[in-house]
């Protein structure tokens, strides 16, 4: 009898292993990394959250206006060799993402008669002086746009080229910016980014204002962006040219 109850629990734990290995096995969630990180202690100049190990800046305010049309700057950023560089063609739609005062956006208006300039900004007062600008000028082909930290609103699959000088580091959710103006740029499309040179400590400029060439590669590959080139005409900035893959 003992010898047929031995026999018995042996043939159950043998069944039990069986069933075991048999058993689907439950999937174990691999833990998503976070996007960005948040620290107590960072820059004077930065919102201490970090994106890909670089602290993000605050948004230059509208008081700062003046500053984006300094005359000096014409020759600090020269402004007609970007668009020169930019080989833009007279149908192209261009969104100047952070176009501030459109220091920039009313330069592409006359380099795309036939296109449009989106002119987008986060700051109604920055918007505001865009459409007056716009009168002004007469610039019909400028269109103002008001986005939110996390989209530009732009139109889907609409977009030739971006442009982004000394904005991007502002972005407070870089990644859903990025992907909101990937899904608004055709694919072939360009960005062209523009950043004080972070490698150079001669550029008198806040470290977290500036960027390297590395870090721009690392961020804007990370969201799926291809690198073309970088540009060297500037004295001070890089001139990056970033494309949306076509596939
Ligand atoms: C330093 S200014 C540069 C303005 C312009 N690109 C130029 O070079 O004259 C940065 C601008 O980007 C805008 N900005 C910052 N974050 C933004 C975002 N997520 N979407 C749109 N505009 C943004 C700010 O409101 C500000 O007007």
């Not at 080989?87 to 192209?92: C, E, F, M």
């Not at 700051?123 to 530009?152: C, H, W, Y």
């Not at 590395?214 to 690198?227: A, D, I, N, P, S």
Request: aromatic share 8%; with cysteine; glycine share 6%.
């Amino acid at each position: 009898m003992n010898k047929l109850l031995i026999l018995l629990s042996l043939i159950a734990s043998q069944a039990a292993c069986l069933m075991q290995a048999t058993a689907p096995q439950k999937a174990v969630p691999t833990p998503t990394p976070a996007l960005y990180e948040t620290r107590t202690k960072g820059a004077p100049d930065g919102i201490g959250k970090w994106y890909q190990g670089r602290e993000i800046t605050f948004v230059m305010g509208f008081a700062g206006a003046d500053w984006l049309e300094r005359p000096e700057r014409s020759s600090e950023e020269q402004p007609d060799r970007v668009v020169k560089e930019m080989n833009l063609k007279p149908t192209d739609v261009v969104a100047d993402v952070g176009a501030g005062t459109g220091y920039f956006a009313f330069r592409f208006a006359r380099a795309v008669p036939q296109g449009k300039v989106y002119a987008v900004d986060l700051q109604p007062e920055m918007l505001n002086l865009i459409e007056t600008r716009k009168r002004e000028f007469k610039a019909e082909n400028v269109i103002g746009v008001q986005s939110t930290e996390q989209d530009a609103r732009l139109p889907a699959n609409a977009v030739d080229v971006v442009f982004m000088a000394d904005v991007y580091h502002e972005f407070a959710y870089p990644f859903e910016m990025m992907q909101s103006i990937l899904k608004a740029l055709k694919p072939g499309g360009r960005i062209i980014q523009i950043e004080y040179r972070g490698e150079d400590p001669n550029v008198p400029i806040k470290p977290l204002h500036k960027m390297t060439v590395k870090q721009v590669r690392k961020e804007q590959e990370f969201v799926g962006l291809k690198f073309v080139e970088v540009k060297n005409f500037l004295p001070q900035q890089h001139f990056i040219v970033l494309e949306k893959p076509r596939s």
